[in-house]
């Protein structure tokens, strides 16, 4: 009973279009002030003692890089690497942006920063080369989701901080499914390519393959610097992006000279601004959490599952299913932060991995940022390629057809996850 007036509650305030992050504090509040005698002290110590963890502080850091990275030429050098490496394939460009974003990826942690930043210089190229937007669009909407998924991801930390599950794991085991989702939306962009014949680019020499590849060694070499650093232990997740914050000032303002001075202090404000919307997001899901537990809400669901005779097969698959719903009316941090809690206990009762599970939520997260109403990836690329959002929908389905696909091989296939992480020592 209580759990239908929780989410009931919450329900009907989101409704109202009020901010997901204030539903959630409202609803908190109503029901312990309503119908417990928790004291007003306890909810006060729980709104810091909720962020009062060493791996959030990763998710500001991660941010200021990845800004700093969006503004200072490291997208323009990467997507001319990617170019002069398998522009001359079917669809040249359009692989090439698939590239770009799985690199830009593995330096942001940020799906939006890396549809802005790929986007802006690709889908002007691609258009004056005579692709179709569409084409471009979906191209881009969906390799953009690769942020999340390929490490450092601020999803990531997310699902770490709201399950005590290690940020340095996750982020090992996030590669291998990252690279064979950027494989996939690869695939499927060059099969669309060769059936239409759409333009080639011409073969470029060794000699300009390597000029690419030291133009933009500099942003590369983050992703050696982020996770060389955490797998030998040099610094924790948290230090590591600190250290990519700097690296990326050093890169963006001394080594490109992309940026001049006088823009770091937007850069600075802009990442501020995301950074408190995140954190405020978290401050109140805490709260959300410490009311599911209190209320015994995790426990109850995971032993009505065992009841019901649910293994992990129709698990996983009931999750897959809340995910992609959720994913139709909320952002993947809102998610992430109350959905978690909720069915992390469930999923360690029927013995799934919590890595393997933190994987496959951050892969349902991938899939709601290319789908209306609320896809993030959606708005951000309607931003830029100016095309309304039930155009963006019908262009972005073969691919978003294909990360479904994924979605299915990752939710079954622990191995693909685990392989790595248990290989490295970091999972069992």
């Avoid at 669809?91 to 986007?119: D, E, K, N, R, Y």
Wanted: glycine share 8%; charged share 10%.
């Amino acid at each position: 009973m209580n759990t239908a007036i929780i989410f009931i509650l919450l329900i009907v305030l989101m409704l109202t279009g009020m901010p997901i992050s204030i539903s959630l504090g409202l609803t908190v509040l109503t029901f312990l002030f309503t119908m417990t005698d928790v004291p007003v002290q306890s909810v006060a110590l729980k709104l810091f003692t909720g962020i009062e963890k060493f791996e959030i502080m990763a998710i500001p850091f991660f941010i200021l890089a990845g800004n700093f990275l969006t503004h200072g030429g490291v997208a323009r050098r990467m997507i001319r690497f990617a170019t002069s490496m398998i522009g001359h394939w079917h669809g040249g460009l359009g692989l090439a942006g698939v590239m770009a974003c799985a690199l830009f990826a593995a330096v942001s942690g940020s799906s939006p920063a890396t549809v802005v930043a790929i986007g802006s210089v690709i889908l002007p190229a691609m258009t004056k080369q005579g692709f179709p937007p569409k084409f471009g669009a979906g191209i881009l909407t969906t390799s953009g989701s690769l942020g999340i998924l390929i490490p450092p991801s601020i999803a990531m930390v997310m699902f770490s901080v709201s399950t005590n599950v290690s940020v340095g794991s996750m982020f090992i085991a996030g590669i291998v499914p990252g690279i064979m989702l950027a494989i996939a939306l690869g695939f499927t962009t060059w099969n669309i390519a060769r059936k239409n014949n759409y333009p080639r680019m011409p073969k470029a020499t060794w000699a300009e393959r390597g000029l690419a590849f030291r133009e933009s060694v500099w942003g590369l070499l983050l992703i050696v610097v982020v996770m060389g650093g955490i797998y030998s232990g040099v610094f924790t997740p948290t230090e590591a992006a600190a250290m990519a914050a700097v690296y990326a000032f050093v890169v963006a303002v001394f080594v490109y000279k992309d940026m001049p001075l006088k823009r770091i202090p937007k850069v600075l404000l802009d990442s501020a601004s995301m950074s408190a919307m995140l954190l405020y997001i978290i401050t109140n899901a805490v709260l959300f959490s410490f009311l599911m537990t209190s209320e015994n809400i995790p426990q109850a669901m995971a032993d009505w599952m065992i009841n019901q005779g649910f293994g992990p097969i129709a698990f996983l698959l009931v999750v897959n299913i809340l995910l992609l719903l959720a994913g139709n009316v909320m952002e993947p941090s809102s998610i992430i932060l109350i959905l978690a809690p909720i069915l992390f206990p469930v999923a360690m009762k029927l013995g799934i991995n919590p890595i393997h599970f933190g994987i496959l939520i951050v892969v349902n997260m991938e899939v709601g940022m290319c789908h209306p109403p609320v896809g993030l990836n959606l708005y951000v690329a309607s931003g830029i390629t100016k095309m309304g959002i039930s155009e963006l929908t019908v262009a972005v389905m073969p691919w978003l057809m294909t990360m479904l696909a994924f979605l299915m091989v990752v939710t079954y296939w622990p191995g693909l996850t685990l392989w790595l992480p248990r290989l490295l020592g970091m999972a069992t």
